[in-house]
């Protein structure tokens, strides 16, 4: 019995050849056809009238399934099941969560792409196609581009397909028989299920001997063996010939606006205290101020320090009329940046109760010299 006609194929030596033989084909009247090319042909899809895949939907369901699932993961694990503040920034800080979303949704977008394209749009498992025993696989896997003439619902007169293909330029035409490729069955699945498992186990004992016999072998140890500096270390890299740099100039800490005045006079015009004058504002003035500046400037602000004969300094009095004048801003680059005997003080109050104690110090000064409507 004579093997049944998958179809008659013919080559063409360029893509512009086999757009061109397409339409002419279907003048003839013959519609099922398909074509075999060694790189993707622009505008191939809409000649043979094949309808756009639905891969790509796919693709993009399951892809952003995949980044919604790992953001909500993100957001559980971060949020609800082991919050942990870090650098203080926020629980749920989700511009930290894009890389593995983008991970999770190129992982989802990838398997779904090849198991759909694979097992749903392209029936598999079948491990072979009639036109891969074809004379004409050779040369259509280098640089030929091959049609083919399939039979539709009433057959296939192969004379007359072959005298279609001749006329529009085709060469190397040949008859391509069906091949039935068994792929059911439970001893099929069985075999196929234990080849890969042999495969799996084999793949995995043979890298855990790699890397147990060739342990130095780049990049198996690149991980384990990562490089690195030690506080104070010295390093050769650098000019300086240490590890640890200075930030570059101008480098601003997080969450620190630096002084731009040069002096105070400046600092009281462009500075302005940010604060209200609430309760809790004053209570965290009075606490940074008693553990300062009360030392040198008294609890009251009087400037009769605590200390012994031996400071000689002459502290301010916050009491005085030259103080009550200054603006917040004058008061607030003096703590910051230091004047005459005292030191700056920017680097160990942070500028919010900088602005809290001048709050503070401006209650102690209203308190020692209330107006009358304040004591009515």
Same mark, same amino acid.
């Given at each position: 019995?004579?093997?049944?006609?998958?179809?008659?194929?013919?080559?063409?030596?360029?893509?512009?050849?086999?757009?061109?033989?397409?339409?002419?084909?279907?003048?003839?009247?013959?519609?099922?056809?398909?074509?075999?090319?060694?790189?993707?042909?622009?505008?191939?899809?809409?000649?043979?009238?094949?309808?756009?895949?639905?891969?790509?939907?796919?693709?993009?369901?399951?892809?952003?399934?995949?980044?919604?699932?790992?953001?909500?993961?993100?957001?559980?694990?971060?949020?609800?099941?082991?919050?942990?503040?870090?650098?203080?920034?926020?629980?749920?800080?989700?511009?930290?969560?894009?890389? #593995?979303? /983008?991970? %999770?949704?190129?992982?989802?977008?990838? @398997?779904?792409?090849?198991? !759909? *394209?694979?097992?749903?749009?392209?029936?598999?498992?079948?491990?072979?196609?009639?036109?891969?025993?074809?004379?004409?696989?050779?040369?259509?896997?280098?640089?030929?581009?091959?049609?083919?003439?399939?039979?539709?619902?009433?057959?296939?007169?192969?004379?007359?397909?072959?005298?279609?293909?001749?006329?529009?330029?085709?060469?190397?035409?040949?008859?391509?028989?069906?091949?039935?490729?068994?792929?059911?069955?439970?001893?099929?699945?069985?075999?196929?299920?234990?080849?890969?498992?042999?495969?799996?186990?084999?793949?995995?004992?043979?890298?855990?001997?790699?890397?147990?016999?060739?342990?130095?072998?780049?990049?198996?140890?690149?991980?384990?063996?990562? #490089?690195? /500096?030690? %506080?104070?270390?010295?390093?050769?890299? @650098?000019?300086?010939?240490? !590890? *640890?740099?200075?930030?570059?100039?101008?480098?601003?800490?997080?969450?620190?606006?630096?002084?731009?005045?040069?002096?105070?006079?400046?600092?009281?015009?462009?500075?302005?205290?940010?604060?209200?004058?609430?309760?809790?504002?004053?209570?965290?003035?009075?606490?940074?101020?008693?553990?300062?500046?009360?030392?040198?400037?008294?609890?009251?602000?009087?400037?009769?320090?605590?200390?012994?004969?031996?400071?000689?300094?002459?502290?301010?009095?916050?009491?005085?009329?030259?103080?009550?004048?200054?603006?917040?801003?004058?008061?607030?680059?003096?703590?910051?940046?230091?004047?005459?005997?005292?030191?700056?003080?920017?680097?160990?109050?942070?500028?919010?109760?900088?602005?809290?104690?001048?709050?503070?110090?401006?209650?102690?000064?209203?308190?020692?010299?209330?107006?009358?409507?304040?004591?009515?």
């Amino acid at each position: 019995m004579p093997e049944a006609l998958f179809g008659v194929l013919a080559l063409f030596p360029s893509a512009d050849a086999l757009l061109k033989a397409i339409p002419e084909v279907k003048k003839r009247g013959f519609t099922n056809l398909e074509a075999y090319t060694p790189y993707a042909v622009h505008g191939i899809d809409e000649a043979l009238d094949i309808p756009k895949s639905k891969l790509g939907v796919l693709v993009f369901i399951l892809g952003s399934l995949g980044a919604v699932s790992m953001f909500l993961f993100e957001w559980w694990t971060s949020t609800v099941s082991y919050p942990l503040l870090t650098a203080g920034k926020a629980y749920n800080g989700w511009p930290a969560w894009v890389p #593995p979303m /983008l991970e %999770a949704t190129i992982f989802a977008g990838t @398997f779904t792409a090849a198991l !759909g *394209m694979l097992f749903v749009f392209n029936r598999l498992p079948f491990f072979g196609h009639p036109v891969l025993r074809s004379k004409a696989i050779d040369e259509i896997t280098r640089d030929r581009f091959a049609l083919m003439i399939r039979p539709d619902d009433g057959g296939l007169d192969a004379a007359a397909a072959i005298a279609a293909l001749e006329a529009v330029g085709g060469g190397a035409i040949e008859s391509v028989p069906e091949r039935h490729f068994k792929k059911t069955g439970l001893a099929w699945w069985a075999k196929t299920v234990v080849q890969i498992g042999v495969a799996c186990v084999v793949a995995g004992f043979g890298t855990a001997w790699l890397i147990r016999t060739f342990p130095t072998v780049r990049p198996m140890v690149e991980m384990e063996n990562q #490089p690195r /500096l030690d %506080a104070q270390e010295p390093d050769t890299f @650098f000019a300086s010939g240490r !590890g *640890m740099q200075l930030p570059p100039v101008g480098t601003v800490p997080r969450a620190f606006m630096p002084i731009l005045a040069k002096n105070a006079d400046q600092g009281g015009k462009d500075l302005v205290n940010p604060l209200p004058v609430t309760a809790p504002v004053l209570e965290r003035g009075r606490q940074q101020f008693d553990i300062h500046c009360a030392v040198c400037h008294d609890r009251l602000g009087t400037g009769k320090a605590w200390l012994d004969s031996t400071y000689q300094a002459q502290p301010a009095n916050l009491q005085s009329t030259t103080i009550r004048q200054a603006t917040d801003g004058f008061l607030y680059w003096v703590i910051s940046k230091g004047f005459a005997t005292m030191p700056a003080y920017a680097a160990d109050i942070s500028p919010h109760d900088r602005w809290a104690i001048i709050r503070y110090v401006r209650a102690l000064q209203r308190s020692q010299d209330a107006p009358a409507r304040d004591v009515k």
